[in-house]
């Protein structure tokens, strides 16, 4: 089985975009596993805004609390690369995320900081080794999958 790898930061429109390409078209792969990995567009100490490890961390939370992850996805888009909501607060994150999961045991979670260092490994992976430079990027199996303006995606 392949595995691919999706690199991406919620306040990315490009993110958005590549997500829903991804979605319509990864169900005619059915040999392929998909490995999502929030990553942070601008880790700290970048000073650049937006800062979204705690959205980043939401993805993790939402998995373990069961939430439905297209919801998610489609949700957090929109508010964060789309409506530019500020992720940086977690009152923010639970208005996003209200009926989509438990808000109460959400803010729970994030707040212990769970899945913080989860966050920081995947910023390691993304950018210390596996070349990414920006995002969204892809990886298949290893090799990069890069965008190519007018081309989509080439190996």
């Given amino acids: ?25 990864i169900g005619d792969y059915p040999d392929i596993e998909l490995e999502w990995i929030p990553v942070e567009a601008h880790p700290r100490p970048d000073n650049s805004y937006p800062h979204t490890d705690l959205a980043c961390q939401s993805y993790y939370i939402a998995c373990e609390l069961g939430a439905d992850m297209k919801a998610f996805h489609i949700a957090m888009y929109q508010a964060i690369a789309m409506e530019k909501q500020n992720a940086e607060k977690p009152e923010v994150l639970c208005r996003i995320l209200k009926g989509i999961v438990d808000t109460g045991k959400f803010r729970t979670i994030l707040g212990s900081g ?16 596996s070349g990414v430079w920006y995002v969204p990027a892809f990886r298949m199996n290893g090799k990069k999958l890069d965008a190519k303006g007018g081309l989509g995606i080439s190996p």
């Fill in 114 to 129: 769970k899945y913080a260092k989860q966050v920081d490994k995947n910023n390691e992976l993304a950018y210390e080794k």
């Fill in 1 to 25: 089985m392949k595995r691919l790898l999706f690199f991406f930061d919620y306040e990315c429109p490009y993110c958005k975009t590549g997500y829903e390409y991804l979605m319509e078209q």
